[in-house]
């Protein structure tokens, strides 16, 4: 079965550029979309089509895709980012998430 | 703007069936561009997908939980729910309700979620 992979956790200092991994046999054929969560709150969506923000979703949130890899990239790190990060895709009638990333900002 | 909110008793009884309501406001429920999902995370882990269901009826379920999943739809009322049977332990988790994106299959937005417990 189809499976997602990513780091448990991320650490990166405020104001760099923070880059969380999701791994998944020619994840770049699929579409990604990637969601934040912050501690007793829902997943908020922030790419989707692997590229694309939702409206609201601040510049500095931005994805890529290619090859096994789909990565999401946060430049200019916020303590306010520091979250819990999930990929998800598609595949065989199945939605598909990864396992999360603990994304803290130093 | 469309917002989703799950209700349901937030605990069950090992071997009985979770029953669980998502109402959507702020929006049609009956859109061919999306679809509606159930999600779940057991506490301190991560998320797993339960089924989607289109305002037509159509769903799809996750494999490892289709034996034991239904998910409706009431268009009347704006509600979607599911129900999981035969619950044990391992299915205390939130339960979240989504808009499911049927082109690109993104979720968004999530309603606030429901803890449910199952413990006898």
């Known amino acids: 079965s189809y499976e997602l992979t990513q780091p448990p956790s991320v650490s990166v200092s405020p104001g760099q550029t923070a880059s969380i991994t999701c791994s998944g046999d020619?994840?770049?054929?699929?579409?990604a979309s990637w969601y934040q969560q912050k501690p007793g709150q829902s997943p908020v969506l922030i790419i989707y089509?692997?590229?694309k923000r939702p409206s609201g979703i601040p510049e500095r949130f931005s994805g890529s895709s290619s090859g096994n890899t789909a990565t999401l990239t946060i430049s200019g790190t916020q303590a306010m980012d520091e979250a819990d990060y999930y990929c998800?895709?598609?595949?065989?009638?199945?939605?598909?998430f990864g396992g999360g990333t603990k994304l803290t900002v130093l | 703007q469309l917002q989703l909110q799950e209700s349901g008793p937030g605990l069950a009884k090992p071997s009985e069936t979770l029953s669980l309501t998502c109402t959507v406001s702020?929006?049609?429920?009956?859109?061919?561009?999306?679809?509606w999902g159930w999600i779940r995370q057991p506490p301190g882990k991560g998320l797993e997908w339960i089924g989607s269901?289109?305002?037509?009826?159509?769903?799809y379920y996750n494999p490892s939980l289709k034996s034991r999943v239904t998910v409706y739809v009431d268009t009347s009322k704006k509600q979607v729910s599911l129900k999981l049977t035969s619950v044990t332990a391992a299915d205390t988790a939130v339960y979240y309700c989504?808009?499911?994106?049927?082109?690109?299959?993104?979720?968004?937005?999530w309603g606030q979620g429901t803890l449910v417990t199952v413990s006898s």
């Open positions: 702020g929006g049609s429920i009956r859109s061919d561009s999306y679809y």
């Open positions: 269901i289109f305002y037509s009826g159509h769903t």
């Open positions: 989504a808009r499911h994106s049927t082109v690109y299959n993104w979720f968004g937005p």
């Open positions: 998800q895709t598609w595949d065989s009638s199945t939605e598909l």
């Open positions: 020619k994840l770049g054929e699929k579409y």
């Open positions: 089509q692997d590229t």
